[in-house]
């Protein structure tokens, strides 16, 4: 009974852990691409805000927003909102003004909603 208990467990971490692993997720081949120069950087999320990167595009020269709303609402962000969160803010932190990098996500009014962020 134990060793049939001990192998379900086993066997749930598993595949948990396997579908849990957001560092090796490839970027969305449906997401817009945005490539450039840092010029501005910006985290509120310690005060319940949100971040936002400005990156000079490597493609027209123009200075483009992209962006994470706050996680602080109600209700809660869902998991892969909060995944996403710490996947783009540990580059997030990273980066520095004149660094290079290619954030990727869908664009709104408000610029381009990051799913995911690349140093380079």
Request: proline share 5%; hydrophobic share 40%.
């Amino acid at each position: 009974m134990y060793k049939l208990l001990a192998l379900m467990i086993g066997a749930v971490m598993s595949i948990s852990v396997a579908g849990c692993d957001d560092e090796a997720a490839a970027p969305d081949d449906n997401l817009t691409a945005l490539s450039g120069t840092v010029v501005s950087m910006r985290d509120d999320f310690p005060v319940d805000g949100g971040a936002e990167i400005q990156l000079r595009d490597d493609v027209d020269g123009q200075v483009k927003r992209a962006y994470l709303s706050s996680i602080f609402t109600s209700p809660p962000p869902d998991e892969e909102t909060q995944a996403t969160v710490a996947r783009v803010m540990r580059v997030f932190h990273e980066l520095d003004i004149g660094d290079h990098a290619v954030a990727r996500g869908v664009p709104d009014e408000g610029g381009l909603r990051m799913k995911y962020l690349e140093a380079e």
